[in-house]
Nanobody, 123 residues
Framework: QVQLVESGGGLVQAGDSLRLSCAAS????????MGWFRQAPGNEREFVAT????????DYADSVKGRFTISRDNAKDTVYLQMNSLQPEDTAVYYC????????????????WGQGTQVTVSS
């Protein structure tokens, strides 16, 4: 499996931006599609964004479309989530996940997960 470590979370105000990073190790990163998911207190974990192995195909949850951008740097074994125009409802623990070859919006399709990074947006 791929080992994943997220970073970049923090406390920001509404309207601010953050960039999350997820560093991978243990396997050939470029073979893995990547996803970002989040879990707010009291809620189930939900899909945020996904990116294909080469980075050419992406998909987003409707709630973040136009505000968040997923990208990856296969030379650095890292996937990013650029989050702009953050709102209090974006407050959650954000997780990155890896899936061999094909990207997916379904968290059950992913078998490698990071420990999560907290994002808190104040109003």
């Amino acid at each position: 499996q791929v080992q994943l470590v997220e970073s970049g979370g923090g406390l920001v105000q509404a309207g601010d931006s953050l960039r999350l990073s997820c560093a991978a190790s243990g396997r050939t990163f470029s073979y893995y599609a990547m996803g970002w998911f989040r879990q707010a207190p009291g809620n189930e974990r939900e899909f945020v964004a996904t990116i294909s192995t080469g980075g050419g195909n992406t998909d987003y949850a409707d709630s973040v479309k136009g505000r968040f951008t997923i990208s990856r740097d296969n030379a650095k074994d890292t996937v990013y989530l650029q989050m702009n125009s953050l709102q209090p409802e974006d407050t959650a623990v954000y997780y990155c996940a890896a899936r061999f070859l094909s990207r997916s919006n379904a968290q059950n399709d992913y078998n490698s997960w990071g420990q999560g990074t907290q994002v808190t947006v104040s109003s």
